[in-house]
């Protein structure tokens, strides 16, 4: 079973809006990534944050980490319209493994 | 450049066929993916390899073999024993095995159709 599952689905939002993207899982990790993916395209790394932060900033994103509720949320602020994408964490599931796992992702949508 | 390409961009192929998706990078990265990807999910891992001449099953390998022969290179073949082989595909590399945090640097993608 997929380690991360992101929430919500679909969001769809107006430019300038902020965006928030949760993402649970289920096991302990090291550490937690945001990737973004445009369609039909491949995934970009956006930020890697450790289980011992519990917030990281990274330009208009800012994600945080609770590891006792296992769940992390990335915000978008002031949202473009070229942040329409997928959105997806990904977690080290088996503690310090090469692999990683990867949540199904929220589809981003900002209108202009 | 540095990074990772992936060729084709589209595959067609018969049904029965063996088709083989190529990857590359030159980012010197030890760690080689491939995952595969269906309309609205997320990434399944099908491979992976850590090192030149070792690669480990993912947790949909059956159906798919890979060769790592050399570090830039980590093709996969999709045999005519997956069942359900049409789907998008993404190669990956990453420095993971430094003892340091790592991310994964991903390829534009072969979307494979079988007909």
């Known amino acids: 079973s997929q380690q991360g599952e992101e929430d919500p689905q679909a969001l769809s939002i107006q430019e300038g809006e902020n965006a928030t993207m949760n993402c649970s899982y289920k096991?302990?990790?090291?550490?937690l990534q945001w990737y973004r993916q445009n369609s039909g395209r491949g995934l970009v790394h956006l930020i890697l944050?450790?289980?011992?932060?519990r917030e990281k900033h990274s330009g208009r994103l800012r994600v945080t980490l609770d590891t006792s509720k296992k769940s992390s949320s990335l915000l978008i602020t002031a949202s473009r319209a070229a942040d329409t994408a997928s959105y997806f964490c990904a977690t080290d599931a088996w503690g310090g493994s090469e692999k990683l796992v990867f949540g199904k992702g929220t589809k981003l949508t900002v209108n202009p | 450049d540095g990074g990772i390409t992936q060729s084709p961009k589209y595959l067609f192929r018969k049904e029965g066929q063996n088709v083989t998706l190529s990857c590359e990078q030159n980012?010197?990265?030890?760690?080689m993916y491939w995952y595969r990807q269906d309309p609205g999910q997320g990434l399944r891992l099908i491979y992976y390899s850590q090192i030149v001449n070792d690669f480990q099953k993912g947790d949909i390998a059956e159906g798919y073999s890979v060769s790592r022969e050399k570090k830039e290179s980590f093709p996969l073949t999709v045999t005519s024993a997956q069942k359900n082989p049409t789907a998008f595909y993404l190669c990956?590399?990453?420095?993971?095995?430094?003892?340091?945090?790592?991310?994964?640097?991903f390829g534009p993608g072969t979307r494979l159709t079988v007909t």
């Open positions: 980012l010197n990265h030890d760690a």
């Open positions: 944050i450790r289980s011992n932060e």
């Open positions: 096991t302990s990790i090291n550490n």
């Open positions: 990956a590399s990453s420095a993971a095995g430094t003892g340091l945090p790592y991310e994964q640097y």
